[in-house]
């Protein structure tokens, strides 16, 4: 069985192709095309599809081609359905639509999110793990029962991503802006005192931005350290005590920000502390990706034909809790 | 004063597979348009036609024309 897989739900469009075998799948090829905001600013939604318009046949051949199959030799097309912005998650949409309706491919949307998990479930071998997933567009703790993942805790305003992004922007980096903000962190060993926001087990990371904001003019390191260990901190905690809790004994970290190592190193001790078996996706795979809408599709595969083509909605906020999983 | 535009574009010449794929894959999004304004697509041989009404906003009519064609054109390129 094979698998087409288009992602289009925010700055990444991107196709991949994955054969499965069984329970096993095979990536034969991941190719992106990112939108880069100018220097300071965020995606703003219409540039962002416009660029996916420019790029979706581009990267689509270059996936075949790098695949070593034609379309004529898929069997699914699947699409990321929500959530993401409008405009950009419509590129995608059409894109698969076209295929599944000239060549008579059977459809799936899917649902982004879930996607992260799915992959990084095939790509670490975890079996039943709590999962932290953080990115631009989430940040949520999960564990799965009873047919459909069970949130944990939560932002209750902006992401993880969104406050490293919204960071990094004020001291003129370009998103997305992890790897700068981690790179001068790592210069520092300065600790400035930041608001520490952790309501039940949900986190909230609005004061915590602003008061990043407010101390960078002293040293831009010592607030990208300090932002990082609060932020890390305030995670660490919500998943230990989900650990706790769920009694699970993997946890699995997907989503842009499983990339940032010190979030990974803190996340190994709280594993330790546990007994649990810590894992994170690969580098290549944490961010938005084709391989996730794909694996996700070849998935759903298993337990249904398809949907009919007028049933291909985009859904811009689209809970996975709001997902139930038969596969 | 209340201003109606109506506007109709026609693709032509494509083959009636092409014509079919393309009002496929861009149906399932022309649903809750603004107030006011409405588009109706039809597929007549190897013909793509779509027609545009709006009363008031033209922005709103500018917008909307110029994703639906973009993503014609989208379409189009992927079917090679």
Not at chain 1, 76 to 96: D, K, M, Q
Request: proline fraction near 3%; charge should be positive.
């Amino acid at each position: 069985m094979i698998g087409l897989g288009i992602e289009s739900t925010a700055h990444t469009f991107s196709c991949a192709v994955i054969k499965k075998n069984g329970k096993n799948g095979k990536i034969l090829s991941d190719i992106r095309k990112i939108y880069r905001p100018p220097e300071g600013e965020g995606i703003h939604p219409r540039e962002a599809s416009r660029h996916h318009i420019e790029n979706s046949s581009i990267v689509l051949s270059e996936c075949l081609q790098e695949a070593k199959v034609t379309i004529k030799d898929i069997d699914i097309v699947s699409y990321a359905a929500g959530p993401g912005l409008g405009p950009c998650l419509r590129v995608g949409a059409v894109v698969a639509r076209t295929l599944a309706s000239y060549y008579k491919i059977p459809i799936y949307p899917v649902n982004h999110a879930i996607g992260h998990i799915e992959l990084g479930k095939l790509l670490t071998g975890a079996k039943n793990p709590l999962v932290l997933l953080v990115s631009g567009g989430h940040t949520m703790i999960l564990a799965f029962l009873n047919k459909q993942w069970r949130v944990f805790g939560e932002t209750l305003d902006i992401t993880l991503g969104q406050l490293l992004d919204q960071f990094g922007r004020s001291i003129g980096f370009a998103s997305p802006c992890g790897v700068n903000i981690e790179n001068l962190a790592s210069t520092s060993s300065k600790y400035v005192p930041l608001p520490y926001s952790v309501k039940g087990n949900d986190v909230s990371f609005s004061g915590l931005l602003s008061a990043s904001k407010s101390i960078v003019l002293k040293s831009k390191a010592d607030a990208c350290y300090s932002l990082q260990e609060t932020a890390f901190a305030m995670i660490s905690e919500t998943v230990e005590r989900a650990l706790s809790f769920t009694e699970k004994k993997e946890l699995l970290i997907v989503g842009g920000v499983a990339a940032n190592k010190r979030l990974s190193e803190m996340l190994k001790d709280v594993c330790k502390r546990h007994g649990c078996k810590f894992f994170v996706t690969p580098l290549k795979f944490a961010g938005d990706c084709g391989s996730q809408i794909c694996w996700t599709g070849l998935l759903e595969n298993q337990i249904k034909k398809g949907v009919s083509l007028e049933d291909t909605f985009v859904t811009q906020s689209w809970r996975l809790d709001s997902v139930t999983v038969n596969y | 004063m209340s201003l109606t535009c109506q506007v109709r574009i026609s693709l032509n010449n494509l083959t009636k597979e092409t014509a079919q794929a393309v009002k496929k894959a861009l149906d399932p999004d022309n649903v809750n348009f603004p107030k006011g304004l409405s588009l109706n697509v039809e597929n007549i041989d190897n013909k793509v036609v779509f027609n545009f009404e709006n009363e008031n906003s033209m922005k709103k009519l500018i917008g909307t024309i110029d994703e639906i064609l973009a993503h014609v054109q989208v379409s189009l390129k992927v079917i090679g």
